[in-house]
């Protein structure tokens, strides 16, 4: 029998973010310990977002998803999100042995080149697996891409323009990203040195030492 008033059941879930670093040259490091008496896990991660080489706009990073049975997932990782530039996003575990082994990544794009999607490893076989190539920088204004919510920068080609997808847009400017109402980022836009929001790439003129291109992000769910 139906009931004639749906009414919802108790929701319990321990969302964790952590965020690159731009202000160093070194990695951000993290440890993450999984809640106890949780029996899912969904883990986003999102590579750095590249330079503008003076032509091109940035590249965006690649993102990585995983979901499984908690299980599956060690008690405690480490978590490395990428400053930007030319680091990776990473998820790993500490062994017996010396250095940590990688279990999930998220490449960080080159200059304008995207970020490529990351082969499934070992890892991946214990659960749902995803990765999904960044997008490049562009010579003009920037389009939205069909397969990424991650924008790369612009070029200064075009009037100055990007279009993001679900109908965001930026002008001239540093990008932005927000997780709500819907995920999406915004690269750099026609400017002097305009950064990207997390993962994207910046406009093209951002070009001096350091990252411009948007900080990674690593996004972990249990419950």
């Known amino acids: 029998m139906l009931d004639v008033f749906h009414i919802a059941k108790p929701q319990g879930c321990d969302i964790q973010t952590f965020y690159g670093n731009q202000s160093t040259a070194n990695f ?21 977002g590249g330079n503008g080489n003076g032509t091109n706009g940035g590249g965006s990073g690649a993102v990585t998803v995983w979901y499984g049975s908690a299980q599956n997932v060690p008690d405690n990782l480490l978590i490395y999100p990428s400053r930007g530039g030319n680091q990776d996003t990473t998820v790993r575990y500490q062994t017996s042995i010396s250095t940590p082994v990688i279990l999930l990544t998220a490449q960080t794009a080159t200059t304008s080149v995207a970020g490529a999607a990351t082969a499934a490893n070992q890892f991946a076989a214990s659960g749902f697996y995803q990765s999904i190539a960044g997008q490049a920088g562009s010579t003009s204004d920037q389009t939205a891409s069909a397969t990424t919510f991650l924008s790369g920068g612009n070029g200064p080609g075009g009037i100055g323009v990007i279009t993001a997808n679900y109908g965001y847009s930026r002008g001239p400017g540093s990008g932005f990203f927000q997780l709500q109402p819907i995920i999406v980022g915004v690269g750099g836009c026609n400017g002097s040195g305009s950064r990207g929001g997390i993962g994207c790439g910046s406009d093209a003129s951002a070009v001096a030492p350091g990252a411009t291109g ?5 996004l972990i769910a249990s419950w």
């Open 28 to 48: 951000a490091q993290y440890s993450w310990t999984k809640p106890r008496g949780i029996s899912n896990i969904y883990m986003l991660l999102i590579g750095g």
């Open 214 to 218: 948007g900080p990674g992000m690593v």
